[in-house]
């Protein structure tokens, strides 16, 4: 039973011992967390305040005349051209 104990006890101090060392020195991993984390939080952020609902309810379109005009090709003017060759 003691032996137990003892096997289930010791992850659990090498973790806090990581993770002591990990949050008291500074290290180059735990400082690109905190600020992937913050980049992370902020464009979230961003998303939810600005992009999440559009700006007026009647602005909406159908699915499909919004996949035509996105990938129809527009028509080029004649007036338009190599205006070099003339």
Do not use: C
């Not at 101090?13 to 002591?20: F, G, I, Q, T, V």
């Not at 690109?32 to 559009?54: E, G, W």
């Not at 379109?61 to 129809?72: C, G, I, K, N, T």
């Amino acid at each position: 039973m003691t032996i137990a104990l003892n096997r289930n006890t010791a992850p659990r101090s090498s973790l806090r011992k990581r993770l002591a060392g990990w949050v008291r020195g500074p290290t180059l991993a735990r400082d690109i967390a905190i600020v992937l984390a913050i980049k992370f939080v902020l464009l979230m952020a961003l998303k939810y305040t600005l992009f999440n609902h559009p700006q007026a309810e009647h602005m909406s379109l159908p699915p499909e005349q919004v996949a035509q005009a996105l990938l129809s090709v527009p028509a080029s003017h004649p007036s338009q051209g190599d205006q070099h060759a003339r």
